[in-house]
C-alpha cells in the first residue's frame, strides 16, 4: 500500500504499472462471473430490445428478478446479509457487463444495486440490516432513492420535503414531493431525504411501499422520456406517510453525507456502466463498416470511416483504464483499512471517499465517451443508424441520460477542481509546494537538450509531467487571482477539470498499456500503444485549449505573456505524433478482428 497515491495525488507523483489493475487480470472466479453476466444479457435482454424500446416494463422487473436469482443483485451484498460478498473489483466488473445491452436495464440495475442498496449497507443498524439487505440482494425487494424535487436537483440539500416527529416520539411524519425517482413504479423500499425542523441538513429515511397499503405514497404516471424507455421513472407524492424513529438512516442531519457518499460509488458505477455499452456500439460498426459496399468496396477501407472506429475504440479504451485503475485504488483502500481494525462498512466508505475527486472525472469522460461512440456509431450506419430497426439510435438516447443523472457533468467538473483544492487546504494533498516549484521554473531558461526516447512511452511519460505542470501552473494563478471566491468562477473551474480529468485518462491508458506489455512481452500491442499516444495527444490539445481560455480570462500583462509561454513549454512534443497512420494502426486492428478486441 505503501506505493499508492491517495486521491488527487496523481497530478504531483508518478504514479507506478503494479499499483494498476486491468480488465486483462482478472481471477478465474471473476472471469466466470464475466462469463455468466455475458450469458444472461445474451440470453435474456439483447434479444428483446424492443420490449425494452416499447416500455413494457413488467419485462424489466422480471429481467431484474431473473438477476436477482443468479445472485447478480448481490454481488458486493455481504455474505452475511444474503449476498456473494464480492470484491470491489468485482462490483465494478459485474455493473460494467450488465450493462451492455439496454439502458432500460442498466438503469435499473444501477439504482437498485447502488443507490437503492448500498445506503442500507453503509449506514444502517445491524436491525435495518438485517431486515432489508438479505431482500434486496435476492430480488424479492427492489430499492429505489428519493433524493431530487421539482425545486431540488443539483442543489440537493435545499430539498423541501418536511419530516415531523410524532408528539408520542415513535414515529416521523413525511410530506412533499419527489421526482425522477428510478424503479419506483416497482420498489418496495425507498430511501428518502427529508427535513426535520429547520435543520442545516437532511436526514434520510428508510420506507416500505407496498401499494395495497400505500401509507400516504402515491405515485405520479411514468414519465415519458428520450431514453431509458422501461426503466421505471415516477414523480413520488408522500402525504403524512408514517415512517417509525428507527427507520432513520444513521443520524437527524447526516442525510445530506448520505447522498454525496452514495454518489461517489454511485458515480464510478455509471462511468462502468458505459463500458459494455461502447464496446458492443463499436462492434456493431465495424460489423456494418465490413459489410457494407459503396463504390465498389467495404465503407469501412475508407480512412473518414478508420479515423471514427479509431477514435470510438480510444475513447472506450481510455475509459476502461481508468475505471479500472480507479476500482484498485478503492479496493487497495479498503483492504489496508480492513487491515487496520475498520469494518467493511466504514472501510468502503472512506475508500469511495478518498478518491470521490476520480470517480466524478470518469462520471465525466465516460458518459461523454459513450455519447460519442454511439453518435458515431448513427454516422458509420448512416440512414440505417437512424433507423429504429438498427440498436444504434437507442444506444444513442440511453446514452444520453448519463451526462445528467448522478450529478451533470458540468456540477461534477466543478466538483473535481473544488475536492481536490479543499484536499490541499487541509494539508491532505500538496500542491502548493509542487505549484510554486513550477513558477520558479517559469522564470528559468527551459533546457534546450536533446532528451533519449528510445523506451517506449519515455516521450509520453514526460509529457504527462509537464502536462501537469501546465495544471499546476493554470490552478495556482486562480487560486492566486481570486482566492475563496475561485467556487464562483465556473468557466475557470470548468476547464481546469477538463485539463485534470484528461491527464488521469492519459496517464491511466498508457499505464494499463505498459503493464499490458510487461506482462506478455511476445504480444503484438501496437494498436494498444497506437491508442495511449492517440489519447495523450487530444489530452495536449485539450490542455492547450482549455489552458489558453483560462489564462486569457483572468490574467493580464506580464502575468499573461509569462502565463501562455509557460503553457506553450509544457504542451510541446519534441516529436510530434503522426495521428493519422496513429488511427489507421487501430481501425486496422479492429476491421481484421470485426470487433471491439482490447
Known amino acids: 500500500m505503501s506505493g499508492i497515491i491517495k486521491g488527487g495525488e496523481y497530478l504531483i507523483k508518478e504514479s507506478q504499472i503494479d499499483d494498476i489493475f486491468t480488465v486483462n487480470e482478472f481471477t478465474e472466479e471473476q472471469?466466470?462471473?464475466?462469463?455468466?453476466?455475458?450469458?444472461?444479457?445474451?440470453?435474456?435482454?439483447?434479444?428483446?430490445?424492443?420490449?425494452?424500446?416499447?416500455?413494457?416494463?413488467?419485462?424489466?422487473?422480471?429481467?431484474?428478478?431473473?438477476?436477482?436469482?443468479?445472485?447478480?443483485?448481490?454481488?458486493?451484498?455481504?455474505e452475511e446479509y444474503g449476498g456473494l460478498g464480492m470484491n470491489f473489483i468485482s462490483t465494478l466488473l459485474v455493473c460494467d457487463f450488465i450493462s451492455g445491452a439496454t439502458g432500460s436495464f442498466s438503469t435499473a440495475f444501477g439504482a437498485h444495486t447502488g443507490i437503492g442498496t448500498m445506503p442500507i449497507i453503509l449506514y444502517g443498524t445491524e436491525e435495518q440490516k438485517q431486515k432489508y439487505v438479505p431482500k434486496l440482494a435476492t430480488g424479492e425487494w427492489f430499492g429505489s432513492y428519493c433524493l431530487t424535487e421539482p425545486d431540488s436537483g443539483s442543489d440537493a440539500n435545499s430539498g423541501k420535503?418536511?419530516?415531523?416527529l410524532s408528539e408520542d416520539g415513535t414515529y416521523y411524519s413525511i410530506t412533499g414531493q419527489k421526482m425522477w425517482i428510478s424503479n419506483a413504479g416497482f420498489c418496495h423500499v425507498m430511501i428518502v431525504f427529508a427535513r426535520i425542523e429547520d435543520d442545516k441538513n437532511l436526514s434520510a429515511f428508510i420506507i416500505d411501499?407496498?401499494?395495497?397499503?400505500?401509507?400516504?405514497?402515491?405515485?405520479?404516471?411514468?414519465?415519458?422520456?428520450?431514453?431509458?424507455k422501461a426503466s421505471s421513472t415516477r414523480q413520488v407524492f408522500f402525504s403524512e406517510t408514517k415512517v417509525p424513529v428507527e427507520n432513520m438512516l444513521s443520524e437527524r442531519n447526516k442525510g445530506?453525507?448520505?447522498?454525496?457518499?452514495?454518489?461517489?460509488i454511485g458515480r464510478i458505477k455509471l462511468a462502468v456502466a458505459t463500458l459494455e455499452a461502447g464496446r458492443r456500439t463499436i462492434t456493431n460498426a465495424v460489423n456494418y463498416a465490413n459489410e457494407r459496399k459503396q463504390f465498389k468496396t467495404a465503407i469501412a477501407n475508407f480512412g473518414a470511416i478508420q479515423q471514427k472506429l479509431a477514435e470510438m475504440a480510444t475513447?472506450?479504451?481510455?475509459?476502461?483504464?481508468?475505471?479500472?485503475?480507479?476500482?484498485?485504488?478503492?479496493?487497495?483502500?479498503?483492504?489496508?483499512?480492513?487491515?487496520?481494525?475498520?469494518?467493511?462498512?466504514?472501510?468502503?466508505?472512506?475508500?469511495?471517499?478518498?478518491?470521490?475527486?476520480?470517480?466524478?472525472?470518469?462520471?465525466?469522460?465516460?458518459?461523454?465517451?459513450?455519447?460519442?461512440?454511439?453518435?458515431?456509431?448513427?454516422?458509420?450506419?448512416?440512414?440505417?443508424?437512424?433507423?429504429?430497426?438498427?440498436?444504434?439510435?437507442?444506444?444513442?438516447?440511453?446514452?444520453r441520460i448519463s451526462r445528467i443523472y448522478e450529478g451533470t457533468n458540468e456540477i461534477n467538473r466543478m466538483l473535481t477542481v473544488g475536492m481536490l483544492l479543499k484536499k490541499?487546504?487541509?494539508?491532505?494533498?500538496?500542491?502548493?509546494?509542487?505549484?510554486?516549484?513550477?513558477?520558479?521554473?517559469?522564470?528559468?531558461?527551459?533546457?534546450?537538450?536533446?532528451?533519449?526516447?528510445?523506451?517506449?512511452?519515455?516521450?509520453?511519460?514526460?509529457?504527462?509531467?509537464?502536462?501537469?505542470?501546465?495544471?499546476?501552473?493554470?490552478?495556482?494563478?486562480?487560486?492566486?487571482?481570486?482566492?475563496?471566491?475561485?467556487e464562483e468562477q465556473?468557466?475557470?473551474?470548468?476547464?481546469?477539470?477538463?485539463?485534470?480529468?484528461?491527464?488521469?485518462?492519459?496517464?491511466?491508458t498508457i499505464l494499463r498499456t505498459e503493464k499490458a506489455i510487461k506482462q506478455n512481452p511476445d504480444k503484438n500491442f501496437?494498436?494498444?500503444?497506437?491508442?495511449?499516444?492517440?489519447?495523450?495527444?487530444?489530452?495536449?490539445?485539450?490542455?492547450?485549449?482549455?489552458?489558453?481560455?483560462?489564462?486569457?480570462?483572468f490574467a493580464e500583462g506580464d502575468d499573461l505573456r509569462l502565463l501562455l509561454l509557460g503553457l506553450k513549454r509544457f504542451t510541446k512534443y519534441v516529436n510530434e505524433p503522426n495521428i493519422f497512420a496513429l488511427q489507421r494502426q487501430v481501425a486496422e486492428k479492429i476491421i481484421k478482428e470485426n470487433k471491439y478486441c482490447f
Open 31 to 78: 472471469r466466470m462471473m464475466k462469463e455468466a453476466v455475458t450469458e444472461f444479457v445474451d440470453r435474456e435482454l439483447w434479444p428483446n430490445k424492443d420490449r425494452f424500446e416499447n416500455k413494457d416494463y413488467t419485462f424489466t422487473k422480471e429481467c431484474m428478478q431473473k438477476a436477482g436469482e443468479l445472485g447478480f443483485l448481490g454481488v458486493s451484498v455481504p
Open 161 to 164: 420535503t418536511k419530516a415531523v
Open 209 to 228: 411501499y407496498d401499494s395495497e397499503n400505500p401509507n400516504g405514497i402515491t405515485l405520479g404516471e411514468e414519465e415519458h422520456k428520450l431514453g431509458i
Open 256 to 264: 445530506f453525507k448520505i447522498a454525496l457518499n452514495s454518489l461517489n
Open 315 to 399: 475513447q472506450c479504451y481510455a475509459s476502461e483504464s481508468g475505471v479500472y485503475r480507479t476500482g484498485k485504488y478503492i479496493q487497495d483502500k479498503i483492504d489496508s483499512l480492513v487491515a487496520e481494525g475498520k469494518s467493511h462498512q466504514e472501510a468502503e466508505l472512506k475508500g469511495a471517499e478518498e478518491y470521490a475527486i476520480e470517480c466524478a472525472m470518469l462520471k465525466v469522460y465516460a458518459s461523454e465517451a459513450i455519447q460519442f461512440i454511439t453518435d458515431e456509431g448513427i454516422q458509420i450506419l448512416g440512414g440505417m443508424g437512424f433507423s429504429e430497426d438498427t440498436p444504434m439510435e437507442s444506444a444513442w438516447r440511453d446514452a
Open 424 to 486: 490541499a487546504m487541509k494539508g491532505e494533498v500538496d500542491l502548493m509546494g509542487p505549484a510554486m516549484n513550477v513558477a520558479n521554473e517559469l522564470l528559468e531558461i527551459p533546457s534546450f537538450d536533446t532528451p533519449d526516447y528510445s523506451e517506449l512511452f519515455s516521450e509520453e511519460k514526460e509529457i504527462l509531467e509537464k502536462l501537469k505542470k501546465a495544471y499546476l501552473m493554470v490552478a495556482g494563478k486562480a487560486v492566486e487571482t481570486f482566492g475563496m471566491e475561485l
Open 490 to 508: 465556473q468557466q475557470v473551474l470548468m476547464a481546469a477539470a477538463d485539463i485534470m480529468m484528461t491527464i488521469y485518462m492519459a496517464e491511466s
Open 526 to 553: 501496437d494498436a494498444e500503444i497506437a491508442m495511449a499516444k492517440i489519447n495523450l495527444f487530444h489530452t495536449v490539445e485539450t490542455t492547450k485549449r482549455s489552458g489558453r481560455e483560462a489564462i486569457i480570462s
